[in-house]
């Protein structure tokens, strides 16, 4: 397989960012030809001491500003050497990693995929029936409009060629939100979106457990539509959990 970039933005992760950088074992790294890359926005927890020991490059913003997701996204890809590049929310882990690999190695053999997308789903041992019920619902609603109208992937997991992703433009660094959207709205207009409903991510529920899914789910869609319609996100900052 080309060489593979995981890249994974982070702030104040010392929580969960183990739980998915452990996933990418020496034997999984070697297997997939994996590097993986932490970009992170300014942790002051444990978080850059966890991920250096085992990133293969930590990337530490510079400036005395407050950086948004897109932008570490992008400084993760800028400083990657992957023919494909993996956006890994750090409070997520894959559900069966070998798998995992496998499947992005069978649909990139096809030269007009741009990106891929899947399923999410709350981590199994902290999940109720408002999780099962929301992201049934939600993830059946991203497969559809993948297969019939746009290109939509949820921001937890982006798997997408290099030269599309660049090609794009990348995130785009003025949207506190609605960044995923915007991204793979673009990438369906230079190849395939493919949604693979075996590619399983596991997400925490924090968000869901702080806001409640009818909020989390207004913000999403009102940010959608102001990007959709007006090339601009309505949240001004997207609020941190942790």
């Not at 927890?45 to 530490?60: C, E, G, P």
């Not at 990106?115 to 408002?130: H, L, Q, W, Y």
């Not at 709205?185 to 457990?209: A, F, Q, T, V």
Request: glycine share 6%.
């Amino acid at each position: 397989m080309k060489k593979v970039s995981i890249i994974i933005p982070s702030l104040n992760e010392e929580k969960l960012i183990e739980r998915l950088l452990s996933q990418f074992t020496r034997k999984i790294r070697s297997e997939n030809n994996l590097e993986i890359i932490v970009s992170d926005g300014g942790s002051i927890d444990l978080t850059i001491q966890i991920a250096k020991k085992y990133a293969d490059r930590v990337i530490l913003k510079k400036d005395n500003f407050q950086q948004n997701i897109s932008q570490g996204r992008n400084e993760g890809a800028k400083n990657s050497l992957g023919d494909v590049l993996i956006f890994l929310n750090a409070d997520t882990c894959v559900s069966d990693i070998e798998k995992f690999f496998a499947l992005i190695k069978e649909v990139f053999k096809e030269d007009s995929v741009a990106a891929v997308t899947g399923p999410i789903e709350v981590f199994i041992d902290e999940r109720i029936m408002s999780d099962r019920v929301f992201h049934f619902m939600f993830n059946n609603y991203v497969a559809l409009l993948n297969r019939f109208v746009m290109g939509m992937g949820r921001g937890e997991c982006h798997i997408i060629r290099r030269d599309k992703f660049f090609e794009s433009g990348g995130y785009d660094e003025t949207l506190a939100a609605g960044e995923d959207f915007d991204l793979y709205k673009r990438l369906r207009k230079l190849g395939k979106i493919i949604y693979r409903k075996d590619m399983l991510i596991y997400e925490s529920p924090r968000r869901y457990r702080k806001f409640g899914y009818s909020k989390v789910f207004w913000d999403w869609t009102k940010n959608s539509l102001s990007v959709l319609l007006f090339k601009r996100s309505v949240s001004k900052k997207w609020e941190a959990v942790r």
